[in-house]
């Protein structure tokens, strides 16, 4: 896990997509989309299928197929174009979108720090999950994130200021230190 940030606290740190997601793999899965939606609008059209000797079952999976990319792929954009993450140090507040989770720090349950592990073949980095007051994930910062270094400078403080939030002993030496 980084080491503690030096300097000022920012008074918000706002965790987006990432840049390369935003500006690669959205506008692909757009022409993606706009192909898919043409091909399946033209078959609805012109009562086609997709060729003479296409088997009736190879051409109703095709269909269903193109109308799940239709109907998938815009709520997806939808959701990763409007996806980040808010620790807002000066009200001590957590807000993810999308799920429209708004969560004061004082009704965290936990701040848990998760090391770097090797999920099948591929390695995760550090994680620092903040739990609600049900147990469940209200957001989840990951060690990729651009924004790493000045969120977990506002989870340490969150931490240092309630070391009640923090349970294990992984976590407590992650977050707060040689305080734990």
Request: proline fraction near 7%; charge should be positive.
């Amino acid at each position: 896990m980084s080491e503690p940030q030096r300097g000022a606290l920012p008074a918000r740190v706002v965790v987006r997509s990432p840049a390369w997601v935003r500006f690669v793999a959205l506008p692909l899965m757009l022409v993606f989309w706009g192909a898919c939606a043409y091909t399946f609008v033209g078959f609805v059209v012109t009562r086609a299928g997709f060729g003479d000797g296409t088997p009736l079952a190879a051409t109703l999976v095709g269909y269903v197929l193109l109308f799940f990319f239709v109907a998938v792929i815009p709520p997806a954009a939808w959701g990763i174009a409007r996806y980040r993450i808010v620790l807002d140090v000066v009200n001590d507040r957590v807000e993810r979108r999308p799920g429209n989770v708004s969560v004061p720090v004082s009704a965290l349950r936990e701040i848990r720090a998760l090391p770097a592990a090797v999920v099948g073949r591929a390695n995760r980095g550090a994680r620092v999950q903040l739990l609600d007051g049900d147990g469940r994930v209200a957001a989840q910062l990951e060690e990729s994130m651009r924004e790493w270094p000045a969120a977990l400078g506002v989870v340490r403080e969150w931490a240092r200021r309630d070391p009640s939030l923090v349970e294990g002993d992984y976590s407590r030496e992650r977050l707060l230190g040689a305080d734990a």
